[in-house]
């Protein structure tokens, strides 16, 4: 099936800095998600895209739908600890298939030193 | 709060013997997603239903069978459980109306077997 190259794989950065990754297809994409999954726990969505070019925030995290439809990026700015976890992306194929199967990234494992 | 529950939330069987785990909404929604996660291979959907008594397979559907005969409940079975179907296992439901295309997920079904 189709395959989401999440990048990158991990991350070690400091507290106040800004982080960014990445999610790319080759194939094109109607919709771009971002989760984020702590430890023990189901993955909470935390931004949505639906426009290819479409820039959205939530509070200090910034995710573009990229233009080629193909790829969309997550920035998180001023990291703090709570930050910690996995960032996973994912993405409705344009197909639109009637069951609405999303195609996973296999996640950014961030972690933040105080 | 999408209304989801998982039950039960860490289970301990053995190899051959049948376990079924429940997943339970409240909120009336179609379309529900049976899912397990792994390390080194993201989320993979096992099956999916768009309604009552109406499932199909997804991309890791072998051992696992489904069932769901009211809106509220998708179960899913593995009738005879191997090692290789210990995991996280995680349910989620689709979203309606401007939501229709993001997926919402439960806390997770940890299951080892032995």
């Known amino acids: 099936g189709q395959q989401l190259n999440q990048s990158p794989q991990s991350m070690f950065i400091q507290e106040g800095e800004d982080v960014s990754m990445n999610c790319t297809s080759s194939s094109i994409f109607n919709t771009w998600l971002w989760y984020k999954q702590d430890p023990g726990e189901g993955p909470v969505l935390l931004i949505a895209?639906?426009?290819?070019?479409e820039l959205t925030s939530n509070g200090r995290l910034t995710a573009q739908f990229g233009i080629t439809r193909k790829d969309s990026f997550l920035n998180i700015s001023a990291s703090i600890p709570s930050d910690v976890g996995i960032y996973f992306c994912a993405g409705l194929p344009y197909s639109g298939a009637g069951s609405y199967q999303l195609t996973f990234g296999k996640g950014t494992k961030l972690s933040v030193i105080p | 709060d999408a209304g989801i529950t998982q039950s039960p939330r860490h289970k301990v069987t053995e190899t051959g013997t049948p376990v079924t785990l429940r997943c339970h909404q409240t909120e009336n929604h179609r379309y529900m997603y049976w899912y397990r996660q792994d390390p080194g291979h993201g989320l993979r959907l096992i099956h999916y239903?768009?309604?009552?008594?109406?499932?199909d397979k997804g991309e890791v559907s072998d051992g696992y069978s489904v069932s769901r005969s009211k809106t509220e409940d998708f179960l899913l079975t593995l009738e005879s459980a191997t090692s290789s179907q210990t995991s996280v296992y995680f349910c989620?439901?689709?979203?309606?109306?401007?939501?229709?295309?993001?997926?919402?997920f439960g806390p997770g079904t940890r299951l080892t077997v032995l």
């Open positions: 239903s768009y309604g009552v008594k109406d499932t």
């Open positions: 989620a439901i689709r979203g309606v109306g401007q939501d229709q295309n993001e997926q919402f």
């Open positions: 895209l639906y426009k290819a070019g």
